[in-house]
């Protein structure tokens, strides 16, 4: 239910799988489907979100899908019937649920529909209004109207020079917000997927709480508010504290700040910071000449935690207090150009990382995000050395509010083997081969820009790092907490240990499967069987969600899920059982040859015929829709033939599956069904008077 965003080919098959199968479905039941829009909708999630989440459907995808990217890149030609998207996506949305593919994360059932039936009133506006289409739907749409045959390339081709000579009349203002849209980046079609994020483990609250309730910001922060009171203190026309006030208020909060021979606030650095981020924070504001405590503020203010999330969102928007110029004599480094797009990165980089980073790999990633944003050329060494440094100590000013605040912990020792051989130069492509695939990704490694020096730093960083103690940083838990509470915020995936717990089987094995590390995997299976009691009970809920799956490869890895997560060797005990159990077999015997568990030699024929079987209908799935699963068959070669001989005459339990295997072998094979043999049910064969899957 998620593709990586370049997995094209897969994510086509996967699609028409999903298709195909939502199709037939609704048929059965007669409720309403149109393909090709249920094709766009899966096409949203995969290529217009930052998630890619093909089974979540939360109240924002549901108007963006509707009101944004059916209106940008579907074009419904003048006289041609107009597809019910609503009516569609609803279908869609209650098959997920049906088949068990849902997120168990997102909304329920009902509160999706409710979504659908209160945006859907607006579709029909937002499909004609031309300024949401995308470029060449505008064209196209414009070419359709002047009745040229868009399905014609040569006449299309010939609309085109006639418009590019200004030949053509069209809707001028229509298409400047159409190129608007594009040029400022609100078009759906240059989304950016992010990598999914690795889970992460956080204490209750409650626990959170207490902690936020240390940090002495959180303390000087509430102590500001008290101070300021409901009547607030006067202010001088730059809106700055009078310098008899900021001299007591030192001493109130005990910022530290020296003030012997200080004749304005703006020179106690410590105390300007602290007021700033007050402001940012919405607890205090200026007006009419004072400054005041916002009373909209005060259950935050009485709430720890609540208010530790607020300073440390606020800490985007410090950029002129934390590294801004102090003078005219002096200048912004670069990091003040990319100071919330850095902050970001790093931050997201930090989160859920299984090793603290080594500063000389955080300090040369971030110099990546400098090499790519400005221009180096024509400039000496030392001159690019100095621009480096100054960003370096302002980087290390914002890591070190992070660290008072309790965002980030630093200490020093050596630096995890993991970070050695990453190549943050862009002049490798390799990396180490124990690296885990997730880490790397978030290590932002991929694609950096290359220069000449790039193997030449590669080389130093790697002495830095091994040449004795290093600075490490890592996020707290707080500060976990509250980096997660961003990426949930922009629709991005951050697993949570535990927040499974309610989920039905089917959604915790289908999330775990996909998103969670083994160790990740183990901490959450456990939670949920715990939360059921008796273990009996729960094992058997697990597994009549496998054998429920209707999708022959994701019951494969729900399956694999229990052989790997289920602790002191209980998965493969489990999993031997199951050899016979008619349903879960194949799946069973599958997994355990796939680990190299049992080998050939200790199967049945029986057995053998049905991973012989399993293995058929699972490419047949992976191949998507029966264009594709009629090339995978082709690609077996010649022994093709006998393989979906020998896969019908097993006990396989999925009969209609086995039978649409035979028939498309027929057609693909070109070899008469006859010969391939009829599927045998409850130990006898049946003909064409066997049930058939519809199409």
Request: hydrophobic share 45%.
């Amino acid at each position: 239910m998620r593709f990586e965003a370049g997995a094209e080919e897969e994510f086509e098959a996967g699609g028409a799988l999903l298709v195909d199968r939502l199709v037939r479905w609704a048929g059965e039941r007669g409720l309403p489907v149109d393909g090709f829009l249920a094709e766009a909708a899966l096409e949203y999630r995969h290529r217009a979100t930052v998630d890619g989440r093909l089974g979540l459907w939360e109240p924002r995808h549901v108007e963006e899908l509707l009101l944004v990217w059916l209106p940008e890149q579907v074009t419904e030609l003048p006289g041609e019937e107009r597809g019910d998207a609503p009516g569609t996506l609803r279908t869609l949305l209650r098959f997920l649920h049906a088949a068990q593919l849902a997120d168990p994360r997102g909304p329920a059932l009902e509160d999706s529909l409710t979504a659908v039936d209160a945006v859907g009133k607006e579709y029909p506006a937002a499909m004609a209004d031309r300024t949401r289409w995308g470029l060449a739907k505008f064209w196209a749409m414009t070419a359709a109207e002047q009745g040229v045959d868009v399905l014609d390339g040569a006449a299309l081709q010939r609309f085109a020079e006639r418009a590019q000579r200004g030949e053509v009349a069209y809707d001028q203002q229509a298409l400047d917000a159409v190129m608007e849209r594009r040029l400022t980046g609100r078009a759906l079609a240059g989304v950016v997927r992010a990598e999914p994020q690795l889970p992460v483990v956080l204490p209750p609250d409650d626990e959170l709480r207490r902690r936020a309730e240390e940090s002495a910001v959180v303390a000087r922060l509430r102590g500001l508010a008290e101070w300021v009171g409901r009547d607030g203190r006067a202010v001088t026309a730059a809106g700055r504290l009078r310098i008899a006030d900021a001299r007591e208020l030192v001493d109130v909060l005990g910022t530290g700040d020296k003030w012997e021979g200080v004749r304005s606030s703006a020179d106690l650095p410590r105390l300007g910071l602290l007021v700033e981020w007050a402001k940012k924070a919405r607890l205090v504001r200026v007006a009419k000449g004072r400054l005041y405590a916002v009373a909209k503020a005060r259950p935050v203010l009485a709430d720890p935690l609540q208010l530790w999330l607020r300073a440390f969102d606020a800490c985007s928007e410090l950029r002129q207090a934390l590294i801004g110029a102090r003078s005219g004599w002096h200048v912004e480094s670069m990091l003040f150009d990319v100071y919330e797009e850095v902050l970001e990165d790093v931050l997201n980089t930090l989160y859920s990382l299984p090793h603290s980073m080594p500063w000389p790999h955080l300090r040369d990633s971030v110099h990546l995000a400098y090499r790519a944003r400005f221009q180096f050329d024509g400039g000496a060494d030392l001159q690019h050395s100095m621009w480096f440094d100054h960003a370096d100590r302002d980087l290390r000013t914002v890591l070190d509010v992070l660290v008072d605040l309790g965002a980030i912990e630093r200490d020093r020792g050596m630096a995890d083997p993991v970070f050695l051989d990453v190549d943050l130069s862009g002049a490798g492509d390799e990396l180490p081969a124990d690296m885990p695939p997730e880490l790397a990704e978030l290590l932002g490694i991929a694609g950096a820009p290359k220069d000449v020096s790039a193997q030449e730093r590669a080389r130093a960083r790697r002495e830095e790092l091994t040449a004795g103690p290093v600075e490490l940083i890592r996020l707290t838990e707080l500060g976990t907490r509250a980096v997660r509470q961003r990426l949930l915020a922009v629709g991005r995936d951050a697993p949570l240990v535990g927040e499974l717990a309610q989920a039905s089987a089917a959604g915790l094995l289908g999330v775990i499967a996909e998103d969670y590390d083994p160790d990740a995997a183990r901490a959450e299976l456990a939670g949920w069987m715990s939360a059921r009691g008796e273990w009996d009970t729960a094992l058997r809920q697990l597994a009549d969600a496998v054998r429920t799956m209707a999708f022959r490869t994701r019951a494969q890895a729900m399956l694999d899920v229990l052989l790997t997560a289920l602790p002191d060797g209980e998965g493969e005990r489990l999993l031997r059982a199951l050899r016979g159990d008619a349903r879960l077999a194949p799946l069973a015997l599958n997994a355990l040859a796939h680990r190299e568990l049992l080998s050939p030699e200790d199967m049945t024929d029986a057995e053998r015929l049905l991973v012989l079987a399993e293995s058929l209908l699972q490419l047949m799935e992976l191949a998507g829709g029966e264009d594709g699963a009629a090339d995978a068959l082709r690609a077996q070669g010649p022994e093709a033939r006998d393989a979906v001989a020998a896969a019908l005459d097993s006990a396989h339990p999925d009969r209609a599956g086995l039978e649409e295997l035979r028939q498309l072998a027929a057609r693909t094979l070109r070899t008469p069904a006859a010969r391939l043999g009829r599927v045998r049910k409850h130990g006898r064969r049946v003909g064409k008077s066997g049930r058939k899957r519809r199409r």
